[in-house]
C-alpha cells in the first residue's frame, strides 16, 4: 500500500512553498512579500477561470440557480483580489526599486492566465497571441479561447433559452472578434429587466463583476503609480500609462449602455 494522504501531500506543499526563490542577494526583505503576492494572484486568476468556463456551461444549460451561485463565488474572489492591493502598497517605492532591477525583462503584462481571463469575457485581441512564445501552454491556451464562444455569448443563449428576444445575428456571431454594443442586444435585456425574473438577477451580477474587475483595475494602477511613479514597466511595458488606457472599458458595454432606459 502507498502512503496515506496527508494535508502535506494533498496539497503538495513541499513543491508549492519552494517555488518563492528571491533573486536579489541578501535577499531583500521585502522581494519575498513581492513574490508571494504575484503567485497567489496567478492562483486566483485560476480560480476565476475555473468558475467562469463553469459559469459558461451553467449559462448555455438555462441554469439560472447554477450561474447566480458562481457569480456570487467569482464576486467574492474579487473583493480578495483586490484586497490583496493595500497588501502590496505596504511595499515603498525605494523597497521596490531596491530589487526591481533583478526582474530584468519580467512584467504582470505576460500573464497568460490574465489574457485567459480577458478572452473568455469578450475582450479577444488576436495580436497578443503572439506576443506569448510559440508552443508554450498560455498561446495554446488563448488560441483555443480565440475560437471559443465567450461568457456573454453563453450569456445571449440563456437569454434566448428564457424566452427573450435576442437577435439571431448576435446568437450567430464571429465569436473571435470582440464583443460589440448592439440595440437589438439592447432591447431583449430591457425586456429581460422588466420581466424581473431570473435573467435580471443575472444581469444585475455581471454588472457587478464588471464593475468590480474595472475596480481592481484601478486599484492597481493607483498602486503602480505610487510605487513607481511615471517610470517604464519592465519588460519594456508603458507602466502605468499603459494600465490608465484599460480603465473604464466595460467587459459588457450592452448592460451599462441600458441604464437610462431603465
Known sequence: MGKPLTYLSY????????????RSAGPEHDEMLFIVVHQVYELWFKQVLHEMRHLRGRLQAGDSPGSLATLRRVLTILKT????????ETLTPMAF??????????SGFQSHQFRELEFLLGHKRPDLVAQHPEGSAGRRA????????????????YLAHEGHAVPASALQRDVTLPVVPSPQVQDALLQAYRANGFAAQVCERLVDFDEGLQEWRYRHVKMVERTIGAKMGTGGSAGAAYL?????????PDLWDIRSRL
Open 11 to 22: 496539497l503538495r506543499l513541499d513543491a508549492l512553498l519552494s517555488l518563492q526563490q528571491p
Open 81 to 88: 483580489l483586490v484586497a490583496q492591493i493595500d497588501v502590496l
Open 97 to 106: 526599486n531596491s530589487f526591481r532591477s533583478r526582474l530584468e525583462a519580467a
Open 142 to 157: 488563448l488560441e483555443v479561447l480565440l475560437t471559443e464562444p465567450t461568457v456573454f455569448d453563453a450569456f445571449l443563449q
Open 244 to 252: 490608465r488606457e484599460t480603465l473604464f472599458r466595460p467587459l459588457f
